[in-house]
């Protein structure tokens, strides 16, 4: 079932500009660029309904109602594979509910804009963001986040921890026994993020089989969504996560557990992005394009850094490791739609598992 996380302003007036500096900030406290007849829209609807695959920071809910306190912001919580589903259902039924659609599963959401499920929206913002993080004028990625290894500090020194994904190979080879049941990943069959690492890895990596054949090797415990398998980390069940987002391993080893650890790989790794865009038939369009604003404006960016998100602007402070890949918005991840590929790369997998 879907969580709402709500949060309420208080009514207030907006000032109107071509460009406005936001109502409601401090004195001297950035702005966004923003379209006065998008911010008159907004404050009429009232509200912004989002949809996302993780729990969000308040601390972003409460800045956006502060600045815009007509603007009521209302997250609904998804697994990436409902939610896309929930998009096509409410498109061809004619009673949207989402505005805004926002997640990291990014051949999800570029699917969805190719198919039509999104409308174009040219942002006074989006010139902030790198060309790989923008679709049409209607995809946007608004952070970039290392994917990483994640493991026990208990069980596991810091010396030991594979470093790279040539020294994770060569870990496991050495000493199979010592892996056995003690490696978790996502499960690239049932979980949307699984199955993108599995073909954005093999695609950058040039010994990515070789790497997944000795993960199969261990027989390793895969999941779709990614608390259990930090929890199975943390406890001890399993030694190390392969292909963690950097971001909820960072949060789960400030807030859950101090035994969690994680390494940026140091040979390369990949970057994601939260894609969002506004649906083609939102019941708030003027709202939803004040949020994409918001969240693309160095305001918005800046709330992201302080939830621990990688911010996709420049110079906040909270730039990506050196060695990324980003994985691109745009077509080429509609390849991992295309049936005969995944079925290929899948039966591939199984192929590794069912030797062991």
Known sequence: MPREVKRRGVAAGLGAAVLISLAGCAPGSPGQATRAADVRAA?????VVVYI??????RL???FERRFPKVKLRFVVLTARDMQMRVIEEASSGKPVADVVWTSAMDAQVKLINDGYAQTYRSPEAGNLPAWARWRDQGFGMTSEPI??????RLLEDREAPRSHAALLAALRADPERWRGKVAMYDPERSGM??????????????????????AATGPRTYVPGRPMLDRVASG?????????????DWYARNRSPDIGYIVPEDYHLSISRVAFITRAARHPGA???????????AGQRRLLEARLTPIRPGLGGASPPGGRPIRVGPALLANF??????????????ATAER
């Open 237 to 249: 069940e399993h030694l190390l996560a392969y292909d963690m987002n950097g971001s909820y391993a």
């Open 43 to 47: 404050e009429r609807e009232g509200e």
């Open 61 to 63: 809910v409460e800045d």
């Open 338 to 351: 295309d049936q005969g590929r995944r079925a290929e790369l899948l039966a591939r997998w199984r192929g």
């Open 53 to 58: 695959n993780n729990d969000v920071h308040q």
């Open 288 to 298: 939803a394009r004040v949020f994409l604003d918001y969240l693309m404006s160095e």
């Open 194 to 215: 699984g199955f993108l690492y599995l073909s954005s890895n093999t695609q950058f990596y040039p010994d990515a089989w070789a790497l997944y054949d000795a993960i």
């Open 148 to 153: 990483v290894f994640v493991y026990n500090r």
